[in-house]
């Protein structure tokens, strides 16, 4: 544990002390890669704004509706479709070809239907949250064992006891797998709206520094998201290990 | 108290039951896969009756069929044609006085439910309150020697002991028909000897009727009051051979009577008899 923290900690340090020395050098050319302290600064006075907690609220909010909306269209609708062989079948081609659309291509229809607000930016999120759950859940109902259906057939399980006690927990290592894929998934669409149509939030500050040719700033705010990123995963993951503690990847002292 | 209520709802489902019935009665069943040019017929004309508090084992070669006749007779799977009743009625559907122990027992418990938690699931749909359940859970259990484990995730188990758990959720059930399909393949000699008198005990102890699934000679002539021997394809019932030991039976000293060298070799002939007709 503290092996692997400290092995982390050297990891970062080499990876800031190389940043801040590409910095100082101009690597890139253009300035556009300052120093690492220089884009901390300009971290730091922006964070020290309202401006700032105002925009990340924002990215923050359509963050969450995106994924909880998402979620409720893609588990109930996944459950369904996968528990009918017939509605498995007909429905997986429209389902591949809908999910390799990137969503961002949508993202100037969206903008036509409804503007550049926060309902537009939670509708493509969703749109594109939706498709990890779906495939997800698809998969884990139709890999569910035969001898799971036979033990609850067999013992007369009421059908709201095979849904709740049966089938859901059968799946959920699957649901699970899906919704963290798709919390970032959200969350990237959040920021790219916000970026590219000017809706409100971390990205359109990120905008505006571009415009204002404040490069340390951009790169403080790229690195924001990543560690927003980061975060959504290692949370997703922690929640998981605790809801699937029965499942053996998740076994203690593993 | 607790042996006072588990014993008088036994009775009360066998009396539920037409009394002069038998247990199971298998007519004229037989079984195809697929459709058309594509079926593959595996049974055939299956004619059996099992009687109450019977044990009948059921052997046969690997492929023979003997997993798609237990399917038929719990219900799972449909006939072609042919009937099965269950306590004198016809059977659409797993009847409520049935229980399996299935052949892939580690995959029939649910990993996310503890053992405790597995053998009690069934009695949630049982109009049982909850002390009642838990007390017959722990009776259960201890009857199989598993109640330090009952709050262990079924995986944190071996074969043999998730075996036990599959075996006190099918008799918590309170079946007064007992299904098992080869549920001892997979264990290890001891372990497989001391489960089989946990059979027989519990047997005794509740009155269940028995169908035993099995391809060892020795473990079906150990256990059964008779043995039905299947073979041919598609199967049928080549015989019937009656095993009649003293109970209780016991690992040594009933293997090591002369009638059990008969009756195992009488199976082993009829075995063989019909795999050379076909
Ligand atoms: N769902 C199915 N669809 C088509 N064929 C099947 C199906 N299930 C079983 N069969 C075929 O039916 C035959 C009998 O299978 P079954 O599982 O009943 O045999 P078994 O006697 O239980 O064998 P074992 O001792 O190996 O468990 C086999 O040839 C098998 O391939
Ligand atoms: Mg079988």
Redesign the interface.
């Known amino acids: 544990m503290t092996r692997r923290f400290s092995l982390g900690a050297v990891t970062v340090v080499t990876f800031l002390g190389l940043w801040e020395l590409l910095g100082r050098t101009d690597a890139l050319g253009d300035h556009a890669l300052p120093p690492f302290l220089a884009t901390a600064s300009a971290l730091g006075r922006a964070v020290a704004a309202a401006e700032f907690w105002m925009a990340a609220g924002h990215t923050a909010v359509q963050w969450a509706l995106g994924l909880a909306g998402a979620m409720l269209v893609a588990i109930p609708l996944g459950l369904f479709l996968g528990l009918g062989r017939l509605r498995h079948r007909v429905t997986r081609s429209t389902i591949d070809f809908l999910r390799t659309i990137p969503p961002v291509m949508l993202l100037p229809l969206f903008v036509l239907v409804w503007g550049t607000g926060l309902k537009m930016v939670v509708l493509l999120a969703i749109y594109a949250a939706v498709w990890p759950m779906l495939t997800q859940t698809i998969t884990g109902v139709r890999q569910i ?1 035969q ?2 259906m ?2 609850a ?6 059908a709201w ?1 095979r849904f709740w ?2 089938l859901l ?2 799946v ?1 290592p699957f649901i699970t797998s899906g919704v963290r894929v798709s919390a970032v998934i959200s969350l990237f669409i959040a920021i790219v709206c916000e970026l590219v149509a000017g809706s409100p939030g971390i990205g359109q500050l990120l905008a505006q520094a571009q415009l204002g040719g404040d490069t340390a700033l951009m790169w403080g705010l790229i690195l924001v998201t990543g560690v927003l990123g980061v975060l959504i995963n290692t949370v997703f993951k922690t929640a998981e290990s605790q809801l699937l503690a ?3 990847a998740y ?1 203690k002292g593993q | 108290m607790t042996s006072f209520t588990t014993e008088s709802s036994i009775m009360d489902t066998v009396q539920e039951a037409a009394p002069s019935s038998p247990a199971l009665e298998v007519s004229r069943l037989a079984k195809s896969y697929g459709k058309r040019e594509a079926a593959k017929q595996v049974l055939a004309d299956i004619t059996v009756s099992v009687a109450r508090g019977e044990f009948v084992c059921v052997v046969g070669p690997s492929g023979a069929g003997k997993t798609t006749l237990l399917r038929c007779l719990s219900g799972l799977l449909e006939p072609t044609t042919g009937e099965v009743l269950v306590n004198g009625h016809a059977v659409d559907g797993p009847p409520d006085e049935l229980a399996v122990v299935f052949q892939d027992y580690s995959r029939s418990l649910l990993p996310w439910m503890k053992v405790a938690a597995n053998v009690e699931f069934p009695l949630l749909e049982k109009k049982m309150s909850k002390a009642e359940r838990k007390a017959l859970v722990g009776q259960m259990l201890e009857a199989v020697g598993l109640t330090q484990h009952a709050g262990k995730y079924p995986r944190e188990l071996s074969g043999g002991m998730q075996q036990r758990v599959a075996i006190a959720r099918a008799l918590a059930y309170r079946p007064t028909i007992l299904l098992m399909d080869e549920p001892f393949a997979s264990l290890d000699a001891q372990t497989r000897a001391e489960l089989e008198d946990v059979v027989l005990q519990l047997r005794d102890d509740f009155g269940v009727t028995i169908v035993f699934v099995t391809h060892d000679i020795d473990e079906a002539v150990y256990l059964g009051d008779r043995v039905v021997v299947l073979s041919g394809t598609p199967a049928t019932v080549s015989e019937i051979v009656e095993v009649c030991f003293p109970t209780p039976r016991d690992q040594v000293t009933t293997k090591a009577l002369p009638e059990f060298g008969a009756i195992r070799g009488e199976v082993l002939t009829r075995i063989r008899d019909a795999k050379q007709q076909y």
Request: glycine share 0%.
């Open positions: 064992d001898a799971t036979d033990t057939a067999i013992f007369k399980i009421s006891r006690r049966v927990p059968a959920s029965w499942h053996p076994a």
